[in-house]
């Protein structure tokens, strides 16, 4: 679990460890969940569903404490407004990375 997470978590429910845990649990899901519909729409050059999956990402990261990955989903939502293929990829790989450390 990615420190920042933990300490978050840990502060929002009160040190209970399975509750963090399950909580994080849910957070690697989603971020999984949402970084596959970002990288489908992107492909299929959907710039409502990218924005759609990238806010998603955000509130999730903020959610569980991991600002590192919520700044870049909010810079992704950026590009997709402006409908930046190769600034979204670029975003989208970023996500990819900062999720291999969950």
């Known amino acids: 679990m990615k420190e920042c997470c933990r300490n978050y978590l840990n502060e929002q429910f009160g040190g209970d460890a399975d509750t963090v845990e399950s909580v994080y649990a849910l957070y690697v ?29 955000k509130g999730n990261a903020l959610a569980a404490g991991d600002q590192p990955l919520a700044e870049v989903a909010i810079s992704l939502r950026n590009t997709a407004k402006l409908q930046e293929t190769e600034s979204s990829a670029q975003l989208i790989s970023q996500i990819e990375k900062l999720s291999a450390e969950l």
Not at 38 to 44: D, E, I, P, T, Y
């Open 29 to 57: 899901e989603s971020v999984g969940e949402k970084l596959a519909e970002a990288k489908a729409a992107l492909s299929g050059g959907d710039w409502t569903k990218l924005d759609a999956a990238a806010h998603t990402l």
